[in-house]
């Protein structure tokens, strides 16, 4: 099993990163010397990437990749086998460190990244965009996110809509189930729980949703 790292940035956010994705933000320069602290899982101590010597050298190429070719990017959905792919991630939260660095993470494996950070921008983001999955925070800034739920359902085709939240309760989880929410993800979570889940999407057609 893939070591797994936890990134922080700022004093209260973090997330699980696996160590071959750490490695490629910090040659694709996700991760910059001075701005991010790590530790392995499950681990104490924190400590800044740049210090490690195993990680060293992906600091050295990104530097040498801004003097010459940028590294190349994973064709969207690489990271899901089969038909069951999402490309387009729309992750709506307000915490603007988690977005950063999850949309970090997820960009390393291929999907392509869209962020909103209270109602009215996820609103703008759905009018413009029509993702294949939303990852939605429930505890927004300006709304209640189960009405902006109701809302992304009546969009034809309806994204997929994984909840997240700090605060779940299986009244929450049943309301959310009730307006088609495909699954109900508990803070903090990483990437590998979002893979996992994306793994088990049924496609449009099997959902039995039209075109």
């Not at 990104?62 to 070719?69: A, I, N, Q, V, W």
């Not at 988690?98 to 970090?104: R, T």
């Not at 992304?152 to 989880?173: D, H, K, L, N, Q």
């Not at 996992?196 to 057609?205: D, E, F, V």
Request: proline share 6%; aromatic share 8%.
């Amino acid at each position: 099993m893939a070591r797994k790292w936890d990134l922080r940035r700022g004093t209260s956010v973090y997330l699980q990163v696996a160590d071959t994705h750490i490695k490629y933000l910090i040659k694709a320069g996700k991760i910059k010397a001075g701005e991010t602290v790590i530790k392995p899982a499950n681990l104490s101590g924190w400590r800044k990437p740049e210090e490690l010597e195993e990680l060293k050298p992906f600091f050295q190429l990104y530097e040498k990749s801004r003097r010459g070719k940028s590294p190349k990017r994973r064709p969207a959905g690489r990271a899901i086998a089969g038909k069951k792919k999402i490309k387009h991630i729309l992750l709506i939260d307000d915490e603007q460190e988690l977005c950063s660095l999850l949309g970090d993470s997820l960009s390393s494996r291929g999907f392509e990244m869209t962020f909103a950070h209270n109602k009215r921008q996820a609103l703008k983001s759905l009018k413009k965009n029509f993702p294949d999955l939303v990852l939605l925070d429930l505890s927004l800034p300006d709304g209640d996110g189960m009405l902006l739920l109701t809302f992304i359902r009546e969009m034809s085709p309806p994204p997929v809509v994984i909840i997240t939240t700090a605060f779940g309760s299986e009244e929450a989880r049943s309301e959310a189930t009730e307006k088609g929410a495909f699954d109900f993800l508990d803070k903090p979570y990483n990437e590998e729980d979002i893979i996992r889940r994306i793994r088990k999407m049924p496609t449009q057609a099997e959902r039995g949703e039209s075109q």
